[in-house]
Protein backbone atom coordinates (compact mmCIF):
# COMPACT_ATOMS: atom_id res chain seq x y z
CA UNK A 1 0.00 0.00 0.00
CA UNK A 2 1.54 3.27 -1.25
CA UNK A 3 -0.44 5.00 0.64
CA UNK A 4 -1.78 7.15 -2.11
CA UNK A 5 -5.73 8.20 -2.17
CA UNK A 6 -7.74 9.38 -5.26
CA UNK A 7 -11.30 11.47 -4.56
CA UNK A 8 -13.63 11.59 -5.97
CA UNK A 9 -14.14 7.92 -7.11
CA UNK A 10 -16.62 8.03 -9.33
CA UNK A 11 -17.54 11.46 -10.99
CA UNK A 12 -20.42 12.39 -14.13
CA UNK A 13 -20.14 15.48 -15.19
CA UNK A 14 -22.28 17.36 -18.03
CA UNK A 15 -19.96 18.77 -21.10
CA UNK A 16 -18.51 22.10 -20.33
CA UNK A 17 -18.41 21.94 -16.71
CA UNK A 18 -15.02 22.27 -14.57
CA UNK A 19 -13.51 18.97 -12.61
CA UNK A 20 -11.28 18.62 -10.21
CA UNK A 21 -9.72 15.63 -9.45
CA UNK A 22 -7.88 15.10 -6.18
CA UNK A 23 -4.73 13.10 -5.32
CA UNK A 24 -3.30 12.89 -2.03
CA UNK A 25 -0.45 10.92 -0.59
CA UNK A 26 1.20 9.93 2.65
CA UNK A 27 4.22 9.34 2.44
CA UNK A 28 6.04 12.47 1.26
CA UNK A 29 7.24 11.43 -2.48
CA UNK A 30 9.06 14.33 -4.38
CA UNK A 31 7.40 13.14 -7.99
CA UNK A 32 3.57 12.56 -8.45
CA UNK A 33 2.37 11.85 -11.87
CA UNK A 34 -1.44 11.80 -13.28
CA UNK A 35 -2.78 9.31 -16.07
CA UNK A 36 -5.65 8.07 -17.77
CA UNK A 37 -6.53 4.66 -19.24
CA UNK A 38 -8.93 4.35 -21.87
CA UNK A 39 -9.56 1.12 -23.59
CA UNK A 40 -7.05 -0.37 -26.24
CA UNK A 41 -4.33 2.18 -24.91
CA UNK A 42 -1.63 1.67 -22.54
CA UNK A 43 -1.86 4.47 -19.51
CA UNK A 44 -0.81 7.74 -20.93
CA UNK A 45 0.53 10.75 -18.78
CA UNK A 46 -1.30 13.99 -18.52
CA UNK A 47 0.79 15.49 -16.43
CA UNK A 48 3.70 15.32 -13.64
CA UNK A 49 5.04 17.04 -10.96
CA UNK A 50 8.51 17.07 -9.34
CA UNK A 51 7.89 19.57 -6.38
CA UNK A 52 5.71 21.67 -4.65
CA UNK A 53 4.37 24.36 -7.33
CA UNK A 54 7.20 22.37 -9.47
CA UNK A 55 5.17 20.67 -12.69
CA UNK A 56 4.88 19.84 -16.35
CA UNK A 57 3.48 17.97 -19.24
CA UNK A 58 3.02 14.98 -20.34
CA UNK A 59 1.75 13.69 -23.75
CA UNK A 60 -1.58 14.41 -23.62
CA UNK A 61 -2.08 17.69 -21.13
CA UNK A 62 -4.30 19.77 -23.79
CA UNK A 63 -7.56 20.50 -21.77
CA UNK A 64 -6.10 19.46 -18.34
CA UNK A 65 -4.34 21.80 -15.98
CA UNK A 66 -2.71 20.78 -12.39
CA UNK A 67 -1.80 22.21 -9.36
CA UNK A 68 0.60 21.10 -6.12
CA UNK A 69 0.26 23.30 -3.27
CA UNK A 70 1.72 20.86 -0.65
CA UNK A 71 3.80 17.90 -1.15
CA UNK A 72 0.63 15.65 -0.19
CA UNK A 73 -1.52 16.88 -2.53
CA UNK A 74 -1.25 16.71 -6.58
CA UNK A 75 -4.76 18.17 -8.03
CA UNK A 76 -5.67 17.50 -11.81
CA UNK A 77 -8.46 19.91 -13.57
CA UNK A 78 -10.14 19.88 -16.53
CA UNK A 79 -11.42 23.48 -17.44
CA UNK A 80 -14.63 22.77 -19.35
CA UNK A 81 -14.69 18.77 -19.57
CA UNK A 82 -15.77 17.12 -23.00
CA UNK A 83 -16.94 13.75 -23.80
CA UNK A 84 -13.26 12.47 -25.01
CA UNK A 85 -12.38 13.30 -21.68
CA UNK A 86 -14.37 10.29 -19.79
CA UNK A 87 -11.31 8.18 -19.17
CA UNK A 88 -10.13 6.56 -15.98
CA UNK A 89 -7.76 8.51 -13.96
CA UNK A 90 -4.99 7.32 -12.15
CA UNK A 91 -2.70 9.14 -10.06
CA UNK A 92 0.72 7.46 -9.21
CA UNK A 93 4.18 7.98 -7.26
CA UNK A 94 7.29 7.51 -8.01
CA UNK A 95 9.83 5.66 -5.92
CA UNK A 96 13.33 4.58 -6.51
CA UNK A 97 16.38 5.14 -9.19
CA UNK A 98 14.46 3.20 -11.65
CA UNK A 99 11.46 5.33 -11.43
CA UNK A 100 8.77 2.09 -10.10
CA UNK A 101 5.40 3.45 -10.18
CA UNK A 102 2.80 2.94 -7.46
CA UNK A 103 -0.80 4.05 -8.56
CA UNK A 104 -3.90 5.14 -6.54
CA UNK A 105 -7.11 3.37 -7.16
CA UNK A 106 -8.24 5.63 -9.66
CA UNK A 107 -11.26 8.09 -10.56
CA UNK A 108 -14.02 6.90 -13.38
CA UNK A 109 -15.18 9.80 -15.02
CA UNK A 110 -18.12 10.23 -17.13
CA UNK A 111 -18.29 13.24 -19.11
CA UNK A 112 -22.24 13.49 -20.80
CA UNK B 1 3.90 3.34 -34.07
CA UNK B 2 3.19 2.87 -29.93
CA UNK B 3 6.55 3.05 -27.99
CA UNK B 4 5.24 -0.42 -26.07
CA UNK B 5 3.56 -3.25 -28.29
CA UNK B 6 1.62 -5.99 -26.07
CA UNK B 7 -0.73 -8.93 -27.77
CA UNK B 8 -4.02 -8.40 -26.28
CA UNK B 9 -4.80 -12.13 -26.11
CA UNK B 10 -6.66 -13.13 -24.43
CA UNK B 11 -4.03 -16.06 -23.35
CA UNK B 12 -6.58 -18.85 -22.04
CA UNK B 13 -4.49 -20.84 -19.88
CA UNK B 14 -5.44 -24.13 -17.98
CA UNK B 15 -4.42 -24.03 -14.30
CA UNK B 16 -1.23 -25.64 -13.64
CA UNK B 17 -0.25 -24.77 -16.95
CA UNK B 18 2.91 -22.36 -18.20
CA UNK B 19 2.24 -19.43 -19.85
CA UNK B 20 4.57 -16.87 -21.72
CA UNK B 21 4.49 -13.38 -23.68
CA UNK B 22 6.01 -11.03 -24.59
CA UNK B 23 6.22 -7.06 -25.18
CA UNK B 24 8.57 -4.80 -28.06
CA UNK B 25 9.55 -1.47 -27.22
CA UNK B 26 10.55 1.14 -29.72
CA UNK B 27 13.22 3.12 -28.09
CA UNK B 28 16.76 1.57 -27.64
CA UNK B 29 18.11 4.18 -25.07
CA UNK B 30 15.38 2.78 -22.78
CA UNK B 31 16.52 2.55 -18.79
CA UNK B 32 14.38 0.17 -17.17
CA UNK B 33 11.71 -2.22 -17.40
CA UNK B 34 8.58 -3.68 -15.50
CA UNK B 35 5.48 -5.97 -15.67
CA UNK B 36 2.59 -4.64 -14.05
CA UNK B 37 -0.51 -6.47 -12.65
CA UNK B 38 -3.59 -4.83 -13.33
CA UNK B 39 -6.96 -6.50 -12.42
CA UNK B 40 -10.48 -5.87 -13.96
CA UNK B 41 -11.39 -1.97 -12.83
CA UNK B 42 -8.57 -1.91 -10.42
CA UNK B 43 -5.06 0.26 -10.29
CA UNK B 44 -1.99 -1.27 -11.88
CA UNK B 45 0.43 -3.02 -9.08
CA UNK B 46 4.03 -3.65 -9.86
CA UNK B 47 4.79 -7.16 -10.36
CA UNK B 48 8.37 -7.17 -11.04
CA UNK B 49 11.30 -5.26 -12.54
CA UNK B 50 12.82 -6.93 -15.46
CA UNK B 51 17.10 -7.05 -15.54
CA UNK B 52 19.20 -7.58 -17.91
CA UNK B 53 20.09 -11.09 -16.34
CA UNK B 54 17.04 -12.11 -16.17
CA UNK B 55 14.89 -12.43 -13.15
CA UNK B 56 12.25 -14.69 -11.24
CA UNK B 57 10.45 -14.50 -8.98
CA UNK B 58 8.34 -17.23 -6.96
CA UNK B 59 6.54 -18.75 -10.40
CA UNK B 60 7.47 -15.60 -12.25
CA UNK B 61 10.07 -15.29 -14.44
CA UNK B 62 11.20 -12.30 -16.85
CA UNK B 63 13.85 -11.99 -19.33
CA UNK B 64 15.45 -8.58 -20.88
CA UNK B 65 16.81 -8.94 -24.80
CA UNK B 66 18.18 -5.34 -25.73
CA UNK B 67 19.72 -6.28 -29.03
CA UNK B 68 15.79 -7.38 -30.30
CA UNK B 69 13.89 -4.90 -28.23
CA UNK B 70 11.62 -7.37 -26.71
CA UNK B 71 10.51 -8.18 -22.52
CA UNK B 72 8.74 -11.22 -21.45
CA UNK B 73 7.15 -12.80 -18.74
CA UNK B 74 6.57 -16.62 -18.36
CA UNK B 75 4.45 -17.65 -15.19
CA UNK B 76 4.12 -21.67 -14.60
CA UNK B 77 2.18 -23.30 -12.35
CA UNK B 78 -0.93 -20.84 -13.45
CA UNK B 79 -3.05 -20.45 -10.67
CA UNK B 80 -6.84 -19.42 -11.01
CA UNK B 81 -5.76 -16.05 -9.57
CA UNK B 82 -3.43 -15.09 -11.55
CA UNK B 83 -6.12 -14.28 -14.21
CA UNK B 84 -4.90 -10.48 -14.52
CA UNK B 85 -4.40 -8.44 -17.45
CA UNK B 86 -0.28 -8.01 -17.58
CA UNK B 87 1.25 -4.05 -18.60
CA UNK B 88 4.91 -4.02 -20.26
CA UNK B 89 6.30 -0.98 -19.11
CA UNK B 90 9.74 0.52 -20.08
CA UNK B 91 11.11 3.46 -18.51
CA UNK B 92 12.83 6.30 -20.92
CA UNK B 93 14.54 8.97 -19.47
CA UNK B 94 12.34 9.53 -16.16
CA UNK B 95 8.87 8.72 -18.64
CA UNK B 96 7.40 5.35 -18.18
CA UNK B 97 5.39 4.11 -21.82
CA UNK B 98 2.72 1.64 -21.15
CA UNK B 99 1.48 -0.91 -23.36
CA UNK B 100 -2.02 -1.45 -23.93
CA UNK B 101 -1.48 -5.09 -22.03
CA UNK B 102 -1.94 -8.75 -22.41
CA UNK B 103 -4.73 -10.58 -21.00
CA UNK B 104 -4.52 -13.92 -19.38
CA UNK B 105 -7.45 -15.93 -18.22
CA UNK B 106 -6.84 -18.98 -16.25
CA UNK B 107 -9.05 -21.54 -16.59
CA UNK B 108 -10.27 -24.54 -13.88
Known amino acids: DAGITQSPRHKVTETGTPVTLRCHQTENHRYMYWYRQDPGHGLRLIHYSYGVKDTDKGEVSDGYSVSRSKTEDFLLTLESATSSQTSVYFC???????????FGPGTRLTVT | RKEVEQDPGPFNVPEGATVAFNCTYSNSASQSFFWYRQDCRKEPKLLMS???SGNEDGRFTAQLNRASQYISLLIRDSKLSDSATYLC?????????FGAGTQVVVTP
Open chain 2, 50 to 52: VYS
Open chain 1, 92 to 102: AISVGLENEQY
Open chain 2, 89 to 97: VVNSWGKLQ
